[in-house]
């Protein structure tokens, strides 16, 4: 069936680095894809997303290109800040799987000054 | 109204009890979801609303879980005789628009149920 594997945290970087988070995806259908973020105490919220191959995904410095040829939509940011610490989901959702989001374990990000 | 809320925040039941998990979408969504969301694990999907219909339900792990929303507003998530591998957050979403699947899902902060 349709999932998601997602890059193992927790991850930690200092302020400015480059920062990237590995999603690939396993779909009989044409998936959109999506990444999630949840900060301390508040709930999921969408991030970015992509609704086909090539298609790039990017909100607040974050981008990720939707791969069909290596099912991956990893996440990257030039330079990240403290306020970028967070849970990040990776997500997929398609027509064979009806109206389910398929989630990713999450991958937890600190980022110190 | 703001967001999706969900109540109660916490909920602490013994083995056996009954719960109700209640969640208040945004104004005018017509779709609404619950997920399950064990601990250091991404949310799984439980069951699925367009209105008042539940479309699809193939994510509840028994027939311990019901889910109703019969005016296609508010839901109830409801656990019957509980057990601990219950325990978990149980998130609620909601979307506009019928076809979610290219429009934002706008999740509750969800509830946490502990079972002892």
């Known amino acids: 069936g349709d999932s998601v594997t997602q890059m193992e945290g927790p991850v930690t970087l200092s302020e400015e680095a480059f920062l990237t988070i590995n999603c690939t995806y396993t779909a009989t259908g044409y998936p959109s894809l999506f990444w999630y973020v949840q900060y301390p105490g508040e709930g999921l919220q969408l991030l970015l997303k992509?609704?086909?191959?090539?298609d790039k995904g990017s909100n607040k410095g974050f981008e990720a290109t939707y791969r069909k040829e290596t099912t991956s939509f990893h996440l990257e940011k030039g330079s990240v800040q403290v306020s970028d610490s967070a849970v990040y989901f990776c997500a997929l959702s398609s027509s064979n799987t009806g109206n389910q989001f398929y989630f990713g374990t999450g991958t937890s990000l600190t980022v110190i000054p | 109204g703001a967001g999706v809320s969900q109540s109660p925040r916490y909920k602490v039941a013994k083995r056996g009890q009954d719960v109700a998990l209640r969640c208040d979408p945004i104004?005018?969504?017509?779709?609404l979801f619950w997920y399950q969301q064990a601990l250091g694990q991404g949310p799984e999907f439980l069951t699925y609303f367009q209105n008042e219909a539940q479309l699809d339900k193939s994510g509840l792990p028994s027939d311990r879980f019901f889910a109703e929303r019969p005016e296609g507003s508010v839901s109830t998530l409801k656990i019957q005789r509980t057990q601990q591998e219950d325990s978990a957050v149980y998130l609620c979403a909601s979307s506009r628009n019928r076809e979610p699947l290219f429009y934002e899902q706008y999740f509750g902060p969800g509830t946490r149920l502990t079972v002892t």
């Open positions: 104004s005018g969504h017509v779709s």
């Open positions: 992509a609704t086909k191959a090539d």
